[in-house]
């Protein structure tokens, strides 16, 4: 059994200080201390899989993640795992428990089959694990290991952690309460497409700006527009975008971070919204084009029709919120001074002109070209 600050410190030592992550009672003294180190940020997430995200968000920025939660959990990150951090080569360092761990201390029954392959679910990811270090001297050598393969193979890597490996500590902070601003009630008609938008976007970017773009047609029509260094395509990971987002805007707060989310991709992980509104990065601009459809699929129909986004992002604590359907309107708002947390909806029509084009460059490489287009501005 160690004391998690023998790991939180020799985690910092090695150049490791953002977490993210979801609790596990296995996880509570280690999570706690995290909490309260004061060299350390963490961002708790609504999910494990935005917490995978927002720590993929964080290396792009160029800070070394960790991302933490129960086993249980571990199938909600399966899709940014496999098609984020695999995909486009980005590592973290994933800390899941073995909660029902076969032969090992009694517990809950939904735990019973997750125990049985949690470590058999990781290698069918490949993602190389080996247990959490109960003793001190473990420590430094499971560190060194990890952070090996992470920097050879630009891939995640896995510590389990079991039972009782980690020593009781109490959870010594407080949460700031930080309070909500209501939006005002508006309903905007559609009416421009969402290449409309995507032109104003590009457009009304400055040279320093990072611009996502969520799955599916969003990201290959924002290529199609105009391919650039400064702009990443999200594929698979479906709902991620936002979070990723966050974890690069904390990461480079010198940088607005413009993350052009989907009705559907939105809706799939809306609890992100809570996360990102809590950390509340002034750096990010979270816009939301909603033509009701999942149009890549098929164009099937969301609900967005009867959500009110703007609301929701208010009640999260988005602190400027806007809703929109004038590409011009939103270029100006972007070309504009923006200081805080903002939250744009704009309503589009679903269509495209013609055949969309795929990216040709490969996911790799867009992450690549933009670590170096962050490196080359700071």
Not at 30 to 48: H, K, L, M, R
Not at 146 to 169: F, I, N, Q
Not at 215 to 224: C, D, K, N
Not at 363 to 372: D, G
Request: a negative charge; glycine letters at 8%; proline letters at 7%.
């Amino acid at each position: 059994m160690i004391e998690a600050q023998q790991f939180i410190h020799a985690a910092s030592q090695r150049g490791i200080d953002f977490y993210a992550g979801v609790p596990c009672s296995y996880l509570t003294p280690f999570i706690n201390q995290v909490i309260t180190s004061p060299d350390i940020q963490y961002v708790g997430a609504a999910n494990e899989g935005d917490a995978v995200a927002i720590g993929a968000g964080a290396e792009l920025g160029g800070r070394r993640a960790v991302v933490m939660f129960q086993n249980s959990g571990l199938g909600n990150a399966v899709s940014p795992l496999t098609s984020l951090n695999y995909v486009f080569r980005i590592p973290v360092l994933v800390i899941t428990t073995l909660r029902g761990e076969p032969g090992g201390a009694p517990d809950e029954p939904q735990h019973e089959l997750m125990g049985e392959i949690t470590t058999r679910l990781l290698e069918e990811m490949q993602i190389p694990w080996e247990y959490f270090p109960a003793e001190e001297a473990e420590v430094k050598p499971a560190l060194d290991r990890a952070l090996a393969h992470m920097d050879a193979e630009r891939r995640p890597y896995a510590l389990v952690m079991r039972k009782g490996t980690v020593k009781p500590s109490p959870l010594r902070a407080d949460f700031p309460t930080k309070p909500i601003v209501a939006a005002e009630p508006s309903v905007v008609d559609a009416t421009s497409k969402r290449r409309d938008m995507l032109n104003a976007i590009q457009s009304s970017a400055t040279e320093k700006d990072v611009l996502i773009a969520t799955t599916g047609y969003t990201g290959r029509e924002l290529y199609g527009c105009s391919d650039r260094p400064n702009q990443l395509y999200m594929v698979g990971s479906m709902g991620c975008a936002s979070s990723l987002g966050m974890g690069l805007a904390l990461a480079s707060p010198r940088h607005r971070v413009i993350v052009i989310d989907g009705d559907g991709a939105a809706l799939m992980r809306l609890g992100a919204m809570t996360s990102i509104g809590y950390e509340r990065p002034a750096n990010l601009i979270h816009i939301l084009l909603d033509n009701s459809v999942h149009e890549s699929t098929g164009a099937q129909p969301t609900v967005s029709k009867s959500v009110d986004f703007c609301s929701i992002a208010s009640a999260c604590g988005y602190e400027n919120v806007i809703r929109t359907a004038d590409p011009m309107q939103l270029g100006a708002t972007l070309s504009g001074e923006t200081r805080k947390l903002t939250f744009i909806h704009a309503p589009v029509i679903p269509g495209i002109d013609g055949e969309l084009e795929r990216p040709i460059i490969r996911p790799v490489q867009v992450a690549e070209r933009l670590r170096q287009f962050l490196s080359e501005v700071e």
